[in-house]
């Protein structure tokens, strides 16, 4: 009983983390508005390595965070958590207690790191579904006559999404005399994907040996739907044994209970002592 009250408390301190964590269009409030404040206070040479910048950067940076407000979000979801683990492990039986006040703080920190992968990846799922026709529309632009800086910017302005923003970016930085190679290479930073490594290959490669770009883009395009339709039918092979797993242990364990449930009540409705 101690250890299903304690496992029930720690989920629910898990989700009520994740609650607190608002969306890109939201402001920070609870836990987020304190870790926020907390980053902006640390020194800047106390911040993250380069990979917590570069995971920050694949997730979009939600919200306008930055590496010091992470931080902050990590330390006070270490405090948080350390926190609640105090009356939960007073509840645990044996070790389990110090156990619980050992990792808890650990848990904590580690917190805002599964939230910038799990927003990561929703990202790049958003990326590679809007890939394939954003490639189709900068050909056209490209094949009209723009540059390829601007036919990305007008590209991203009459679209939305993620990959759309990220081209009005590169667009904006075309316009200001940044080179587009510079560009590319933020873009790809920002958005680390096999797809758009590739694109930026693609178009420096054409740009060095004179190749027609529209042509390039289409070929792009092309391998771009072939990815995407190769990823479906992965994840469609991976999602059958989990659906027999599924009916293994729910589905043919009722339907045996039933059945026995069935010849029960005939077996007593037959031999039983008359009612």
């Known amino acids: 009983m101690n250890v299903a009250l304690a496992f029930a408390s720690t989920a629910l301190g898990v989700w009520s983390l994740a609650a607190l964590v608002p969306a890109p269009s939201q402001r920070g409030g609870g ?3 304190l870790g926020i404040s907390l980053g902006r206070r640390l020194r800047p040479g106390a911040v993250a390595p380069r990979d917590l910048q570069s995971r920050i950067a694949a997730a979009g940076a939600p919200g306008g965070i930055g590496l010091r407000e992470v931080m902050g979000l990590k330390v006070a979801g270490a405090v ?6 105090l009356p939960v492990a007073a509840v645990l039986p044996g070790r389990l207690g110090i156990v619980a006040i050992a ?5 904590g920190f580690m917190a805002p790191d599964l939230w910038l992968t799990r927003r990561a990846r929703q990202r ?13 529309l900068l050909r056209v632009s490209v094949e009209s006559g723009l540059s390829l800086g601007a036919a990305l910017g007008e590209v991203g302005q009459r679209t939305r999404g993620p990959l ?21 290479a933020g873009l790809v930073s920002r958005a680390p994907l096999p797809e758009v490594e590739a694109l930026a290959a693609a178009v420096q490669r054409a740009a060095r040996h004179g190749a027609p770009l529209g042509a390039t883009l289409e070929a792009q395009a092309r391998d771009a739907r072939m990815a995407r339709r190769r ?23 009722s339907v045996l209970m ?6 029960a009540a005939a ?9």
């Open 124 to 136: 790049a799922g958003h990326i590679r579904r809007e890939l394939p026709a954003m490639l189709d």
């Open 164 to 184: 759309a923003r990220e081209w009005v970016r590169v667009g904006r930085e075309c316009a200001l005399g940044i080179p587009l190679s510079c560009g590319l």
């Open 267 to 275: 077996l007593l409705n037959g031999h039983g002592p008359p009612i």
């Open 103 to 107: 990792l808890a703080p650990v848990a």
């Open 258 to 263: 039933l059945v026995a449930a069935a010849l």
């Open 31 to 33: 836990l987020m508005a």
């Open 231 to 253: 990823r479906i039918q992965e994840q469609a092979a991976k999602a059958a044994p989990k659906i027999q797993l599924v009916v293994a242990l729910l589905l043919v364990p």
């Open 80 to 85: 948080g958590f350390a926190a609640f683990a």
